[in-house]
């Protein structure tokens, strides 16, 4: 199949996918509560009143997560083939010097999900990962670096944020442009704009809401005598609209490593035309 139909394809995919995902958190979390409130109109829920995050959609090892680490193990591949190539192909330093930064990058992401193979092989936790007053104490008992500490965790996370979401716009709206190599590297399909602009769709209302302080979990519900009376709709508006009503991190992680993937594909398909 032709790259840019099947780029259409999948996206097309990942659209039903996280519409599903959408429904799917939505029932989990206020479903029970229609059903009682109005439960002529919503009349079936799978969800209940412990709500909470579906085990098998968003937890550790779950379906966003072996999605994941599929995906990111392609883009591996797709990168690894792309520099085993690179005399035959490539003629700039610039750019096989990004595709080994991208490498070792992606590499680490991996291993990190996997908490480099405890996962699977289900080994114990270095005594290093488990002491509380280490600076690497582990706050999940795992075997990665991502759940000890803001430093491997919030910070790559801010320039990956920036790279998939905002490195194409800022590109075409200032001179780097003209520079031909950054061209190459930055936008090697305009098309990869498109998940982009997914991403921003579930940053930005998080980021904003979460700053104004709107969304409060502890007004969502409303008792009168103990008994659930219904939500408080202006608290439940702002937890929908943030998307804070399932694991937003998990998504945005998918789509982080569904942006590589088509980044590197695209990378590859330039010189392989």
């Known amino acids: 199949m032709e790259l840019n139909k099947l780029y259409k394809s999948t996206n097309i995919i ?13 029932d989990q979390s206020f479903g029970w509560g229609m ?17 909470g995050w579906n085990q098998f959609i968003w937890f550790e090892n779950g379906l966003i997560e072996t999605i994941q680490i599929i995906i ?3 883009t591996i591949l797709i990168l690894l083939n792309l520099y085993l190539l690179r005399k035959k192909i490539l003629k700039s330093t610039l750019i096989e010097k990004f595709i080994i930064i991208e490498l070792i990058g992606l590499t680490y992401f991996f291993f990190e999900e996997i908490s480099w193979g405890q996962h699977f092989i289900n080994f114990d936790t270095l005594k290093f990962f488990l002491d509380r007053n280490n600076f690497f104490y582990n706050h999940q ?3 990665n670096l991502h759940n000890t500490s803001r430093v491997f965790n919030e910070f790559p996370r801010i ?3 920036l790279w998939c979401s905002l490195s194409i716009i ?16 930055i936008t090697p399909n305009i098309k990869l704009i498109l998940i982009s602009y997914l991403l ?3 940053i930005i209302p998080d980021l904003l809401l979460t700053k104004l302080g709107m969304v409060d979990f502890s007004k969502l519900h409303i008792y009168e005598n103990e008994i659930f009376k219904g939500f408080n709709l202006t608290t439940m508006f702002s937890v929908i609209l943030s998307f804070n009503f399932f694991r937003l991190s998990e998504l ?4 982080f490593v569904y942006y590589f993937m088509w980044h590197s594909l695209f990378l590859r398909n330039l010189y392989f035309k």
């Open 159 to 161: 320039f990956v944020i």
């Open 14 to 26: 990942l659209i039903i996918f996280i519409i599903f995902l959408l429904g799917q958190a939505f």
């Open 252 to 255: 945005q992680e998918l789509l």
């Open 170 to 185: 800022i590109f075409r709206l200032t001179k780097l442009r003209n520079l031909k190599e950054l061209k190459i590297i």
């Open 72 to 74: 990111l193990l392609i």
């Open 35 to 51: 059903n009682k409130v109005y439960p002529e109109i919503y009349f079936m829920t799978f969800g209940t009143k412990n709500e």
């Open 141 to 143: 008992g795992e075997m």
């Open 200 to 202: 921003l769709i579930f």
